[in-house]
């Protein structure tokens, strides 16, 4: 099959013979991570068969709230995102970088051996897609490359989703980033389920992606089974959660960095990370050292960090961002704004993540909506300057 052609069919699999794909990935040498139920929520872990996929489960989120649900049918795929990106796989959230151990007098250093694991990504989501390509700009795409990073990305199968069910915080839409998956997968899916049958429509974008799916029962798609693919693809765009007004969104920001809506969701911001922890783009770093009771070794490590410590600004004498206000302003800025610049893309997908697990329910979209309703707002003379 030539991959012009590949790229371009649909075929048609049934629920029934879904494993069988699982099974091919399994024995070209990859581990499945897919979603599961853990801990009253659907996350990215590793699984072995469709039966442990979260069948019949669904979910609802709103600002600060996630709460699973049952839902009326059998679908696998039936929720939106969860607390889990894939980046945890990609970019973990803790790499050892060296160890030293006591030899002698002496000590020795040691590289661990980074083995990188071959990963299949099952039930991908376009605003997934769009988040991995903006990592792989960020930590491949320059002068400077995360090895670490690059051997998981390189080795990694891609089987997206279109989503069937968006969120009640997700804006793909607004970002233009979902719901329907556009590039960068090897198969894709639509999840299709009626009174009489369960079935998916696939698309192949790769060549190992065509590879895959030719060990799989399938047959073409029919013209009715594509089109029943493309409505539940436009249902979920017309059932977005969140909007967000992107156009003119960087210069918005930027020439209100003086507004008094920093201070107002500073009242309410807890400076506790959560939202760059979830976030499926957020991609800072920390370097420790860590040594154990013996004093016999030691090791550095790399793990995530995120803006909103007051530790990660801190350079000589203090931390150039104090305030809780000069934080989530630093955030919400460069994800929005600034982003653009740096890497050409903003720096949000609309996955909504930040937006429900913010224990205090902050939500950007109604953080950009408040700016924009009173553009050139000025705080007082009384307030400090951070
Ligand atoms: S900023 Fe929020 S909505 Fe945007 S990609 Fe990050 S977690 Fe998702
Ligand atoms: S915006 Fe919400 S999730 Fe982010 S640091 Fe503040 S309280 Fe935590």
Redesign the pocket.
């Known amino acids: 099959m030539g991959s012009a052609g590949a790229q371009q069919a649909r075929w048609t699999v049934e629920r029934g013979d879904l494993q069988q794909l699982l099974d091919a990935l399994r024995g070209a040498g990859y581990r499945l991570i897919g979603p599961r139920l853990r801990d009253a929520a659907i996350v990215y872990d590793a699984i072995d068969r469709v039966e442990d996929l979260p069948a019949g489960w669904t979910d609802r989120q709103d600002g600060g709230s996630y709460r699973l649900e049952r839902r009326g049918d059998q679908a696998l795929f039936g929720y939106a995102v969860g607390p889990h990106a894939w980046k945890r796989f990609l970019h973990e959230p803790r790499l050892s970088l060296w160890r030293a151990r006591r030899d002698g007098a002496g000590f020795r250093v040691e590289a661990p051996a980074d083995e990188a694991p071959r990963y299949a990504f099952i039930g991908v989501r376009a605003c997934e897609l769009h988040?991995i390509a903006i990592q792989d700009r960020v930590l491949t795409g320059d002068r400077y490359a995360d090895p670490a990073y690059r051997a998981r990305r390189e080795g990694a199968f891609l089987v997206a989703l279109n989503c069937s069910m968006a969120g009640g915080t997700c804006f793909c839409v607004s970002m233009k980033t979902g719901p329907r998956v556009g590039s960068g997968f090897d198969l894709a899916l639509t999840e299709i389920l009626d009174t009489e049958r369960h079935f998916f429509v696939v698309e192949i974008g790769s060549e190992r992606g065509a590879q895959m799916l030719a060990g799989v029962a399938r047959r073409e798609a029919s013209a009715e089974e594509r089109a029943e693919a493309e409505a539940v693809v436009a249902r979920t765009a017309g059932s977005m959660g969140r909007e967000l007004q992107a156009e003119g969104l960087p210069g918005l920001l930027l020439r209100n960095l003086e507004h008094p809506r920093w201070d107002e969701v500073a009242g309410r911001c807890l400076t506790c990370a959560n939202?760059t922890m979830?976030?499926?783009?957020c991609f800072c770093t920390s370097v420790e050292d860590v040594t154990d009771l013996s004093g016999d070794s030691a090791e550095r490590v790399r793990r995530w960090d995120s803006c909103f410590t007051t530790d990660f600004s801190h350079l000589h004498g203090g931390a150039v961002r104090p305030s809780a206000r000069s934080r989530y302003r630093q955030w919400m800025t460069h994800?929005l704004a600034t982003w653009v610049e740096q890497f050409g893309s903003s720096g949000?997908?609309?996955?909504?993540?930040?937006?429900t697990w913010c224990p205090v329910g902050i939500d950007?979209t109604e953080e950009a909506r408040a700016i924009r309703q009173s553009d050139g707002a000025k705080r007082g003379k009384d307030h400090g300057r951070a």
Do not use: H
């Not at 979830?278 to 783009?281: A, E, F, K, L, N």
């Not at 997908?349 to 930040?354: D, E, K, M, N, S």
């Open positions: 988040a939202c979830v976030c499926p783009t994800k949000c997908v609309g996955c909504g993540r930040c937006i950007l």
